[in-house]
C-alpha cells in the first residue's frame, strides 16, 4: 500500500519561509506525479501546487504563483515544496498525495488523487 509521509510543518511569522517535503513509505515516489494541498480549518481542501513524475512539469494555484515552488530529489525520492513570503492566509494542514501525470492547474483537483500522506500543520502568525 502505497504511504506518504508529510513533513516540516511548523509555526513561522509572516514573511517567513518553510520547506515541506514528501517521502514514500515502502514504495518510491519516483514513477508518481506528486501534489501538495491544504485545508485550513473550516474550508475544503485545494490544490496547490504538484510536479510530474520526471519533475519537468509543474503547475501552481494562483494564490501560491510566484511564492511557492515545487521540486523533487529522485535521489532521495522526495518531493519538496518551498514557500516563501509566508501569509496567515496560507494557515492549514498540508497534505501530499500521488497520481500518475501534472500538466496543468486541472490536475490540482483534490478528487484526482487515490494516495494521501497525514499531513503536516503550518501555522503562520506573529
Known amino acids: 500500500q502505497l504511504q506518504l509521509v508529510e513533513s516540516g510543518g511548523v509555526l513561522v511569522q509572516p514573511g517567513g519561509s518553510l520547506r515541506l517535503s514528501c517521502a514514500a513509505s515502502g514504495f518510491t515516489l519516483d514513477y508518481y506525479a506528486i501534489g501538495w494541498f491544504r485545508q485550513a480549518p473550516g474550508k475544503e481542501r485545494e490544490g496547490v501546487s504538484c510536479?510530474?513524475?520526471?519533475?519537468?512539469?509543474?503547475a501552481y494555484a494562483d494564490s501560491v504563483k510566484g511564492r511557492f515552488s515545487i521540486s523533487r530529489d529522485h535521489a532521495e525520492s522526495t518531493v519538496y515544496l518551498q514557500m516563501n513570503s509566508l501569509q496567515p492566509e496560507d494557515t492549514a494542514v498540508y497534505y501530499c498525495?500521488?497520481?500518475?501525470?501534472?500538466?496543468?492547474?486541472?490536475?490540482?483537483?483534490?478528487?484526482?488523487?487515490?494516495?494521501w500522506g497525514q499531513g503536516t500543520q503550518v501555522t503562520v502568525s506573529s
Open positions: 510536479i510530474s513524475s520526471s519533475g519537468g512539469n509543474t
Open positions: 498525495a500521488a497520481d500518475f501525470d501534472c500538466y496543468s492547474d486541472y490536475d490540482l483537483r483534490v478528487e484526482k488523487y487515490e494516495y
